[in-house]
Every structure is written in structure tokens, then in C-alpha cells.
């Protein structure tokens, strides 16, 4: 059997790396190497595809206005990227704004506040990296979906006539969503990968390069110079499977942090440490996995999928609930109780 190397490699020919490089290493780099190759390929194939599915769409709005049913849950925002809370309801979409509904903002005071903190960088491999920022597309999806459902919800409560129920907990269905500490690998990652991050709606996302600490000392805007007005950490909450202290509910202003990291499992205490360091008020707590669900495997839950847990308690005010939505049936088993 013939060798070559792995660009010019002929079917039946074993592969050689080069000087100083183990057969494995040259394997990835030449998957990257064909990724970066058929990426813009890649791209247009998916852009082919989403244009198919919007003519999908058109053609289905007009068969449902030609038979007198119901379409709008076909219309989207007018911009893909940023939620207007105008939406189309009548039975013409016009571009000067007719028959659409304006919906005021939601209430800032009823949201919860989610902070992803990236500042574990140096404590994971570059798969795990590239893990994180999918993680962090998912948590922004995820909020941007809890955005476009509160519009909605408003909207056909404003079309029904129908009176706003006030609850006791009253608090928003979406989150003030930081991402802080976007640093290193996983602010190159963002830049030359996933470089529309920049344009996501700061309703939804807003990325921060500044530390935890500086995230939370300006989280309304002010600054604290020095020691004149000391930041108030008390509504702090700082997520950690490492404590026996469960969190039962969250309350519109808190802060609740998640920690951005991807290391299945093998930094034990590393959050709760971060916590601990940051200063005393801040609580520690955990999720209440145990008393709801019962988990197959490991009990470390992915960065999006907290973040997704808080967003459906705010929207169902049950975690049993939540729990069952968000997590992957393969990973839990129910609990009988």
C-alpha cells in the first residue's frame, strides 16, 4: 500500500503526517481544513434553504387567505434580528404600518436578570469553546423566544378584548440577559465565526467584556467610584450544583448567574469558589433537581439548558414542569413521588 499525504491522498493509500505531527492531530487539522474550504458552500446551501421555506410560507399564507382561515401565526417581525413588538395582524401587511398592533415594552422591573460569566476561558479545551458558544446562540434563542411569545400572547389579548391577569409573583416570561467576561478564545470564536452576534437585539442579548463584578456594579447604570456608593449584591444569586441550598422560586430584580463553562464535570467547586471571592452577600444555590426530576447519568446541566430552565419557571411557575420541557427525555427518568 501506497502513502500520501493528506491533500493528494488516493483512495487505498495510508496516510502520512507530517514530521512531528501524530496521525491524529493531522486528521483534525485537515477536517478544519476542509471545513474552512466548504464553508461558503455550506452557507449558500442554507441560505437556499430558508429562502425555499419562506416561499413555503407565502404560498401557504395565500392559500389560507384564498379559503378564509386563519394566517397570522404565519407573519413574522419585520426584522429578522430585532423584535419591534409591531406586529402584523390585519388582513394585509402594509409597509407604512396599518393594521398592526403596538404593544408596549415589558415591564424591565418584572424581569429576572441572567448573567452567563465567561470568565472560564483558561479552564477549557477548544472543543469545549466552540461547545459554549453554541450554548450561548441557544440561551439567546431561547430569551429572544420568550420576547416574541409575551408580544404575541399581548397581542391576542388586545384582539380578544380580554383584561390582563395580575398575578401575585408578577414577573416577566423573558430575562435581562448579560453575557459578561467575553474574552480570549471565545471572543475570537464569536468574531470570525459567529460574527452576527453583534447585530442581535440588545432586548434580548447583550454581550459584555468587562468582568462580573463590573457587570454587576453597573447593572442600573451607575457607577461606583470610589467606595462613594457601594454596589448592593444581596438580589445576587450565584447558580452552583456545588451547595445543599436550593433556590424554591425567583423574584423580578434578582440576578441570577450562570456559569459559562463546558467541562463536564472536572472542575468541582470552581462557581461556587467564583461566588464565595466576589463578596459574602452574594447566595449561592442550587437548582431543585433532585426533589422534581430524577436524572440517568451525570447531574451537570449544560449552560443553555439553565438559562432555558429559568426562562419556563418565569413562564409556568413550576419547575417540575420546567424541568420536563427543557431537558431531553434520554437524560431523566420521572420521579414517582
Known sequence: MSAGNGENRKPGEKLVPPEGMTKSAYKKLLRKKRHEETKEQYREHRKQIRKDKDQERREEI?????????????????????????FQIGDEYKENGENEVEIPPIDPSKKIGVIIDCAYDDYMNEKEVVSLSSQITRAYSSNRQAV???????????????????????????????ISGLDKRLKERFDKVLPDYQNWDPECAQFKEDSLKNVLDNWNGETHINNVSEPDYSNVVYL????????????????????????????????????????????????????????SGRKVLTTAH???????????????????????????EKNDE
Open 240 to 295: 452552583s450544583a456545588d451547595t445543599e441550598e436550593m433556590i424554591t422560586e425567583l423574584h423580578p430584580g434578582e440576578i441570577y448567574i450562570v456559569g459559562g463553562i463546558v467541562d463536564k464535570g472536572r472542575h468541582k467547586n470552581l462557581c461556587k469558589s467564583t461566588a464565595e471571592s466576589l463578596d459574602h452577600n452574594i447566595k449561592i444555590r442550587r437548582l431543585p433537581i433532585d426533589e422534581f426530576i430524577k436524572l
Open 148 to 178: 416574541k411569545t409575551y408580544y404575541s400572547n399581548e397581542i391576542e389579548r388586545q384582539k380578544n378584548n380580554k383584561e390582563k391577569k395580575v398575578e401575585k409573583n408578577d414577573i416577566a416570561p423573558a430575562a435581562k440577559l448579560i
Open 306 to 332: 439553565v438559562v432555558e430552565l429559568l426562562l419556563k419557571w418565569c413562564e409556568y411557575k413550576d419547575w417540575k414542569r420546567a424541568f420536563e420541557e427543557v431537558l431531553p427525555q434520554r437524560k431523566m
Open 62 to 86: 395565500e392559500k389560507l387567505k384564498a379559503n378564509g382561515e386563519p394566517y397570522e401565526h404565519l407573519l413574522k417581525p419585520r426584522n429578522k434580528n430585532k423584535i419591534t413588538k409591531s
